[in-house]
């Protein structure tokens, strides 16, 4: 396990071993267990702590320029206070050197889309149906049933 301080108190680690242990947090970003098994084992997962456990991310390699966050997740209790995008500062820094960008899927309803926005993503393409296709239940966010994926990408 490497360790990686960022500030005073809040530390992010890489996770190499039971990644399996930050389940719980993971099927926040992810509803699903088998959709999170497809990529967890092959990417690479950080988790950010203040005090104890706030967020993770997932990220994986795409090819030798993209860098995928194939899951971003906080606490319910603790969105809105900064974490992911302190995790997202972190990512796009240790990643500076070795990729042009990075890419995201979210739901075409969702916060998250907003939220990606905000931090400088742009909208690239849609995968149509993929909720539906994809997931065994029906997800829902605010109100909404998810059906398309949305992609953005920014440059590191």
Do not use: P
């Amino acid at each position: 396990m490497q360790v990686d301080l960022w500030e005073n108190k809040l530390r992010i680690i890489k996770v190499v071993e039971n990644k399996k242990d930050y389940l719980d947090l993971l099927l926040l970003g992810d509803e699903q267990e088998s959709m999170i098994d497809r990529y967890l084992e092959a990417g690479e997962l950080y988790a950010l702590y203040d005090g104890n456990l706030k967020t993770v991310c997932v990220v994986k390699e795409i090819d030798c320029n993209t860098l995928e966050i194939k899951n971003l997740a906080t606490y319910e209790e603790f969105q809105g206070r900064g974490y992911a995008t302190k995790m997202l500062d972190y990512i796009f820094e240790y990643y500076r050197e070795k990729f042009k960008k990075i890419i995201i899927g979210t739901g075409d309803a969702s916060l998250a889309l907003s939220f990606y926005k905000k931090y400088g993503f742009q909208e690239t393409y849609v995968v149509k149906n993929f909720f539906i296709d994809h997931y065994d239940h029906d997800i829902i966010e605010n109100g909404c049933k998810l059906k398309d994926m949305q992609y953005l990408e920014k440059e590191i």
